[in-house]
């Protein structure tokens, strides 16, 4: 592969805010000089706590989505830390309710080579370096919001919810392959590293990911990240919300570790085990072009994808391009990982797409039914 592309080691900072906050990180990011930004959009979920009416005592808590922008983009790591300060202080991230942001180490081949930022040295916040991304890929409709509940019961952040085309078994299934639909539903959520798995199983019993045709749902790591902790809106009894008393416990903690909800020995009663050693390959191209590249990433041991819509934003006079393009999310046993992208990158279908390139990034627990 290294005769092919170069390979690059690059941050990939992922930062969600509500809409009411993307002009303002678009103008920040485009000051500091980013080459090129991906958005897409979704909605985040929330608990909407409300008083019963007639004074009836207590509440109902239903849940609440806002409209909310995902924003990616990559970095040398060196520079990663201070442009994740900037946009924390640019865009008051460590008030709640406001977004989550959050870095990960990958391997990326292709693709511009990502410049580096001009901005001030920042004020680092309390970055918490002991997080994990939980995504779940789901077939069924409505799953999402039965994951999005289960997270917000289990106080871990708020999740974001967004959508996508799916490819691989179904295709192969004939007749068989109405019964499972192409859309997909994706929920991302920032969770501890030591409850990510206790969180992965229960999220699959929630959305009964053991039974055929559910999805998948796996973690990558998360080199840093502050997250949105604003689970609750609505009626508030108490000066102080839980959000903000857990957003001081963090800082007094040095990390989320005090938060230890599943005991070490507590994995043994699942009756489902997480797969280890496997990869999550990104595949990053034109809009049009991901089908073909989704072929051949299949025809070499893939077992399946899901694709996005993303919104290019080219910041710099330098990088051309379409606006539009698509990215498919593979997860991919490890041992087949580089025959795998060593296809796609030798392809016609890659080479002759300019601005293309892939991300890899390790998936340590993953669940499936099999």
Not at 70 to 82: G, K, V
Request: include cysteine; charge should be neutral; proline fraction near 4%.
């Amino acid at each position: 592969m290294d005769e092919i592309y170069s390979i690059r080691e690059v941050s990939r900072i992922t930062c969600v805010v509500h809409q009411r906050l993307s002009a303002r990180l678009a103008d920040f990011l485009r000051t500091a000089g980013v080459n090129t930004v991906f958005a897409r959009n979704g909605r985040s979920v929330r608990h909407f706590v409300k008083k019963r009416p007639l004074f009836i005592p207590g509440s109902s808590v239903s849940l609440q989505d806002s409209s909310s922008d995902i924003f990616q983009f990559t970095l040398p790591r060196r520079f990663c830390e201070n442009m994740m300060s900037g946009v924390v202080e640019e865009c008051g991230l460590e008030e709640g309710g406001r977004g989550t942001i959050y870095s990960q180490d990958m391997v990326m081949y292709g693709g511009y080579e990502p410049n580096i930022p001009d901005i001030k040295e920042y004020t680092e916040p309390h970055f918490h370096d002991d997080l994990a991304c939980i995504t779940a890929i789901l077939s069924m409709r409505g799953s999402a919001d039965v994951c999005a509940r289960l997270a917000l019961e289990l106080g871990t952040c708020v999740p974001v919810i967004t959508h996508g085309h799916g490819t691989g078994m179904r295709d192969k299934l004939g007749l068989l392959r109405i019964t499972i639909p192409p859309e997909k539903e994706l929920i991302t959520l920032l969770a501890p590293q030591h409850d990510a798995d206790g969180i992965i199983r229960m999220l699959v019993e929630g959305a009964k990911l053991d039974k055929p045709g559910r999805g998948i749902i796996y973690r990558t790591t998360v080199a840093s990240g502050l997250t949105d902790t604003r689970i609750h809106i609505g009626h508030q009894k108490y000066a102080a919300s839980m959000e903000q008393i857990i957003a001081a416990l963090d800082k007094l903690h040095f990390g989320t570790s005090w938060r230890h909800r599943f005991a070490d020995n507590e994995n043994l009663r699942w009756s489902h085990q997480l797969v280890s050693g496997n990869k999550e390959v990104n595949v990053v191209c034109p809009e049009g072009v991901v089908k073909n590249l989704t072929g051949i990433a299949m025809e070499n041991g893939a077992g399946g994808a899901t694709t996005s819509t993303l919104r290019r934003t080219a910041i710099s006079d330098n990088v051309p391009g379409a606006a539009a393009y698509e990215q498919s999310t593979l997860i991919i046993d490890s041992q087949k990982a580089d025959y795998v992208i060593k296809a796609l990158l030798a392809s016609k279908e890659f080479k002759k797409a300019a601005g293309s390139f892939i991300t890899v990034t390790d998936a340590p627990a993953a669940f499936t039914y099999r």
